[in-house]
């Protein structure tokens, strides 16, 4: 089955600084990326996803990249504000089909003003 | 647009009882999936449920089970509950042939 790591697990940066989250996925047939970002307490929240025909995708100061040859994909965050601080997952899904997402597992990141 | 909803939102159970969660999907969504989000851990999928059906399990035994109703809301059940079940369950939902997920808030299950 497909598995997915995630690095860091923990990244610490200053505001305004930006913030990089790497992935790597095992299944060269999977096609969908999906972020999502969990605040103590909250519900995981879908903030940026990209497909498997598209190098790069951006919505204002998150952008995702992904490199199906190495089967590794990016989350960038730039400028970042101390509500940006949350944990976020990345996943990989659509190898053989299926809908069910491989999460990664997680990387904490804390924003000091 | 109502999001997915979850309840209990917590819910303590003492270990060899049963646990029941209950899921209610965005509407017009009939895919719920059920998580198990364990203490330092990522997001383990348990079931998948559409029109009703289970389609998909993961790795997990048999005491974890669940249903779907015709309204597509749904229930996980977990039978003869061991102290490390204690872990946010989380609900997510799609529309049918999607990959794109939502999810609940979780119910905090506790096993002493």
């Known amino acids: 089955g497909e598995n997915v790591e995630q690095h860091p697990s923990t990244l610490s940066v200053q505001e305004g600084d930006s913030a990089v989250i790497k992935c790597t996925y095992s299944?060269?047939?999977?096609?969908?990326f999906p972020w999502y970002k969990q605040e103590l307490g909250k519900r995981p929240q879908l903030i940026i996803d990209?497909?498997?025909?598209?190098g790069e995708k951006k919505d204002q100061r998150i952008a995702v990249t992904l490199n199906k040859t190495a089967k590794h994909f990016s989350l960038h965050i730039t400028e970042t504000q101390p509500e940006d601080s949350a944990v976020y997952f990345c996943?990989?899904?659509?190898?053989?089909?299926?809908?069910?997402?491989?999460f990664g597992r997680g990387t904490s990141l804390i924003v000091h003003p | 647009e109502a999001g997915v909803t979850q309840s209990p939102t917590h819910l303590i159970k003492t270990r060899g009882q049963q646990a029941t969660l209950r899921c209610s999907p965005i509407s017009g969504h009939t895919s719920v999936y059920w998580y198990q989000q364990a203490l330092g851990l990522g997001l383990q999928f348990l079931l998948w449920y559409d029109e009703g059906e289970e389609r998909n399990r993961g790795n997990f035994p048999p005491r974890f089970s669940g249903r779907q109703f015709p309204n597509y809301s749904s229930e996980l059940n977990v039978n003869a509950l061991e102290l490390e079940d204690s872990a946010l369950y989380l609900c997510?939902?799609?529309?049918?042939?999607?990959?794109?997920?939502?999810f609940g808030p979780g119910t905090r299950l506790t096993v002493t």
């Open positions: 299944d060269s047939a999977s096609n969908y």
């Open positions: 996943a990989a899904s659509g190898a053989g089909g299926s809908y069910i997402p491989t």
């Open positions: 990209i497909r498997s025909n598209v």
């Open positions: 997510a939902s799609s529309f049918r042939g999607s990959d794109v997920q939502y």
